[in-house]
């Protein structure tokens, strides 16, 4: 653990970057839960990619225009009385670097799928991911029997098979009493419903025209539920 706060703001500058881009990518797909180390290695292992890319960055524009850019050769060979007499442009280009890193892990992380090793998914994440660009047409039939349904807003994307995730469909939303009854609609923008009131689901991908309330009109892949 860092002693100073000098030691504490050198760990966020070099190991910021790597967290962006690892908990961009736990945030968007799901992954098996790892040791504490691999985590620590996972962001190290990023940080140093993504630092060495801006850094070198930095460098090609540093070639290019030397006059806007601080000297870095007289920085390292002389930091105390560089910094002081150029301490604004120094901090300014330290803290553009640093978001810059920041954000390309941020936006890596987000938009580079983890290898299949990585994955570790769930029936609701292989069921509503398979074409993640299509809206999907999800129908629940509930532990009471009754059927519910509309137009998927988002879901847990959470691994563990457990009974506290939920998912969120949208409007326009329709309910009925059982199999055989009609469906009538819920006059709600959004719902919640929790896996543990679900016994079944079904999904229609939505493409050229939007599916009206019918609950059979859903195709017949169903996800279960633990």
Not at 17 to 27: I, L, N
Not at 72 to 96: I, M
Not at 129 to 156: A, N, P, T, W
Request: charged content about 20%.
């Amino acid at each position: 653990m860092p002693t100073s706060l000098t030691a504490l703001v050198l760990l966020l500058v070099l190991l910021g970057p790597g967290f962006c881009f690892v908990a961009a990518r736990e945030r968007k797909y799901p992954a098996r839960r790892q040791s504490s180390f691999r985590e620590s290695v996972d962001i190290a292992a990023a940080s140093i990619v993504l630092n060495v890319a801006v850094i070198g960055c930095f460098s090609i524009v540093r070639v290019l225009f030397p006059n806007v850019t601080p000297n870095v050769g007289a920085l390292l060979s002389e930091p105390h009385k560089y910094f002081l007499a150029n301490y604004r442009p120094c901090a300014a280009w330290a803290f553009a670097v640093f978001l810059s890193a920041c954000g390309i892990g941020f936006g890596g992380g987000s938009w580079i799928k983890p290898s299949g090793g990585l994955l570790d998914t769930s029936a609701w994440w292989e069921m509503f991911e398979v074409d993640s660009r299509k809206k999907k047409f999800v129908s629940c039939q509930l532990m009471d029997g009754s059927f519910i349904s509309g137009e998927l807003y988002s879901f847990s994307t959470d691994c563990d098979e457990t009974e506290d995730r939920e998912l969120v469909l949208l409007d326009p939303l329709f309910l009925a009493a059982g199999a055989e009854g009609d469906p009538e609609s819920m006059h709600s923008d959004l719902t919640s419903i929790s896996a543990r009131r679900i016994l079944y689901m079904s999904n229609k991908d939505l493409t050229n025209s939007f599916a009206i309330g019918r609950l059979d009109e859903c195709s017949p892949t169903c996800a279960p539920v633990a």
